[in-house]
């Protein structure tokens, strides 16, 4: 097993059935050892969603957690929309996405959008 995925959330709570089949296959992917490395990157209006604390999106947050998938946010549109302090609250890290996307490419990782 080779694989390694970068999932981006980009949906927000408008999509929220979006949001939840992309959090469950980083979930899924991981938890039957199909992959060799998920991580998942939350960018623009997911940033959003995330600040609101939905509960089913919470609930898989912290099932992504346990299992140890780096989660990251977009430090910019944290910023823009003044959601930066909600989504530190849940201890996830914050960066330059634009940075971080390309990193992973290049190392890489299958993306994959929801």
Not at 37 to 51: Q, T
Not at 80 to 102: C, F, H, P, Q, R
């Amino acid at each position: 097993m080779t694989e390694k995925y970068l999932i981006i959330i980009l949906s927000g709570l408008d999509q929220k059935g979006k949001m939840i089949v992309g959090l469950n296959f980083a979930k899924n992917i991981s938890r039957k050892k199909l992959a060799e490395d998920v991580k998942v990157v939350f960018f623009g209006p997911s940033e959003e969603a995330l600040a609101k604390h939905d509960q089913d999106i919470d609930g898989l947050i912290r099932m992504l957690t346990d299992l140890k998938i780096i989660q990251i946010a977009c430090n910019g549109y944290a910023a823009a929309k003044n959601v930066t302090e909600d989504i530190a609250k849940i201890g996830m890290k914050l960066e330059d996405v634009s940075d971080t996307i390309t990193r992973y490419a290049d190392q890489g990782y299958r993306i994959i959008t929801f």
